[in-house]
């Protein structure tokens, strides 16, 4: 099926003026290509300017708000778009970071990605904001199923960290598993006609040998239930690209030292 666009989001963990890593990362994501992508937890000013100088098929933008850590989207030059911050998703906490918004025009269709880092750890404060940002994400899709003035609602795609840790509440029972959480997530998108895209490899998140957490599933897509996407092994519609590709520990270690412990996310949108 032809492609209309495809989309990746990594977080690249504490991404600042390390230059080599910059190439090694942008080089990285060039083997992937993507027409729209972000980039999580930048922290230096050179990587949005090196970026731009080694990515010249793409326009940059970057977040700007109080958190040490911003988001870099990257759209391909071909494609008409515009991209907003979405300050609601931080939950009223300044610290926290905001939603990039990039919404395209393409054959007289306008689809939205929503690029979002939510808040991390599984203690019941930091449980409780990342819900309440589900609830701003949902809002959102909300008003924009009401702006399309379509009966099947809008082109809506949200992916990136979602930090899904589960919960450990302190001497009691209700403790929740990061499994439970995205369940939990999966039927919340699905009252806005959503649904969880399904990937390539189990895990998304990993420290590395010597490291006692055990690899993880953090990052997600969730998309609208009318788009289409290209399959990729065993069906998944999200491609897992990193570490996780690779044979061993040692070369995943590897790998999570030159780049990041996060593996980066890959779909393409594609005609129905």
């Not at 269709?109 to 019941?124: A, E, G, W």
């Not at 897992?240 to 590897?254: D, H, K, P, S, Y």
């Amino acid at each position: 099926m032809p492609k209309i666009f495809s989309v990746a989001s990594w977080n690249v963990e504490h991404f600042a003026n390390n230059r080599d890593r910059i190439r090694e990362n942008v080089q990285f994501i060039q083997q992937s290509n993507p027409d729209v992508f972000a980039i999580f937890e930048v922290e230096g000013k050179q990587v949005f300017s090196d970026f731009v100088s080694l990515m010249p098929t793409h326009n940059f933008f970057i977040t700007e708000d109080l958190s040490k850590m911003e988001t870099l989207v990257g759209v391909n030059r071909n494609l008409t778009a515009f991209v907003t911050q979405r300050q609601a998703i931080k939950s009223k906490i300044p610290t926290l970071r905001p939603g990039a918004l990039v919404t395209l025009a393409i054959d007289n269709q306008f689809y939205s990605v929503l690029f979002i880092h939510l808040k991390s750890l599984p203690d019941p404060r930091s449980w409780g904001l990342r819900d309440d940002m589900i609830s701003h994400i949902l809002n959102l899709k909300k008003a924009l199923d009401r702006a399309s003035r379509k009966p099947e609602g809008a082109n809506f795609i949200c992916m990136g960290d979602f930090n899904t840790m589960g919960l450990n509440v302190t001497y009691a029972k209700n403790d929740m598993s990061g499994a439970a959480e995205l369940a939990r997530y999966g039927k919340r998108f699905k009252t806005r006609e959503m649904r969880l895209l399904p990937k390539t490899a189990p895990a998304t998140w990993w420290g590395g040998q010597g490291t006692t957490i055990p690899k993880s599933n953090l990052d997600h897509v969730f998309a609208s239930q009318t788009l289409q996407f290209q399959t990729f092994d065993q069906g998944a519609e999200v491609s897992v690209r990193g570490w996780a590709e690779l044979a061993n520990e040692v070369e995943q270690t590897t790998w999570i030292n030159d780049h990041s412990d996060h593996n980066l996310l890959y779909s393409e949108v594609v005609e129905p």
